[in-house]
């Protein structure tokens, strides 16, 4: 079933999922919409610059620390100053997406009705929002994909259950502690949702 995260659709654009399709919504988001949001906000070419320059820069932030004070705390985030506000507004370029099969699941008419009335919209509206995964209205967070070392690998952009890794176009991740669900963007970039 889809949980309304965020009642969001009606100024976002929707891409329906189409009759049909085998993944699951979840999984579409990610594909489809995420994917969208991702590249109409900045080319793949310009966000793998980023995250690359965004790397060294906090490595050479982190090089002195490591002489002067022996158990010196390792950078977790990147600052607000250092990340583009075309990343910090990303969920603002991201699309819904709306599953147009009919739900056939026990007590969907009752869960529709209820949130109908929580929303004061009429049933088929409720109907499209209850069928409608919509992106995190928070600005993401940004931070980094450390190596068991302790060696900064790629930037993460990240809300509460998904996000993608950026790294170098060599960069690739090794899943240790695997989402349910994640894919190959592009080299170097990858996308995930959800947690085992």
Known sequence: MLVPASVRSDNT???????????????????????????????????????????????????????TQRDAKMLSHVEETDIPEAIRAMQDHIPSCRSDEPVSIEGWDTLVTVYSEAWAVPKEEASRRLRTIGPDSKQPRVGFLRSTTGAMRAVTVSWQIYGVMIGPESFTPDWEQAPWYHRKLADGIYLWHGYK
């Open 13 to 67: 654009n929707v891409l329906l999922i189409p009759k049909g399709e085998r993944r699951a919504g979840a999984i579409f988001f990610v594909d489809e919409c995420l994917t969208r949001g991702l590249t109409n906000t900045m080319s793949l070419g310009e966000l793998r610059k980023w995250a690359t320059n965004t790397i060294t820069t906090y490595r050479e932030r982190e090089a002195p620390l490591a002489v």
